[in-house]
């Protein structure tokens, strides 16, 4: 298992990205659509929560959220058993063909789509849209404009 659990943290580090991987074969993008569709709602919420709590590890945020260990236990066993279902039963032929076609990769980069999936669903999300443009408030906007004008004159 030492070998999946490397996939698993690329597709972590792969979360933070959002274009779709450069490189995905058929066989992954296959995969990831798979992924995709095969997931409940109970499911995305729990890929949402996953995708929460291994973010607020970040040393520069990890200040802001404080989530109890048995919460992080918690969560990680139950993307553990996401993860094994679309595998082993809703994914599986896709999984096999991915495998054998494109190998870890091609498995890393179809979690990859699957994790992008769910943070477009997330930023999608009225409530967090408005939370990531709060900062728009506080812009100077004279500053930006007259940066500008600088620029178009030669200033």
């Not at 190998?103 to 009225?126: C, M, W, Y």
């Amino acid at each position: 298992m030492p070998h999946f659990r490397s996939v698993l943290t690329a597709f972590a580090l792969g979360l933070s990205l959002h274009a779709m991987p450069a490189s995905a074969g058929p066989q992954a993008e296959a995969l990831g659509q798979c992924f995709v569709n095969s997931t409940t709602a109970a499911e995305k919420e729990t890929l949402s929560r996953w995708l929460f709590v291994v973010l607020a590890q970040q040393p520069e945020v990890r200040d802001l959220a404080s989530i109890p260990e048995a919460t992080k236990v918690e969560t990680d066993r139950a993307m553990a058993k996401l993860v094994e279902r679309m595998v082993t039963a809703a994914c599986r032929a896709p999984a096999q063909q991915t495998l054998m076609q494109e190998g870890q990769a091609g498995l890393t980069q179809s979690l990859e789509i699957f994790g992008q999936a769910a943070a477009r669903k997330i930023f999608a999300e009225p409530s967090v849209v408005s939370a990531a443009n709060g900062f728009t408030r506080y812009i100077d906007m004279a500053r930006i404009v007259q940066s500008f004008l600088m620029l178009q004159f030669g200033r």
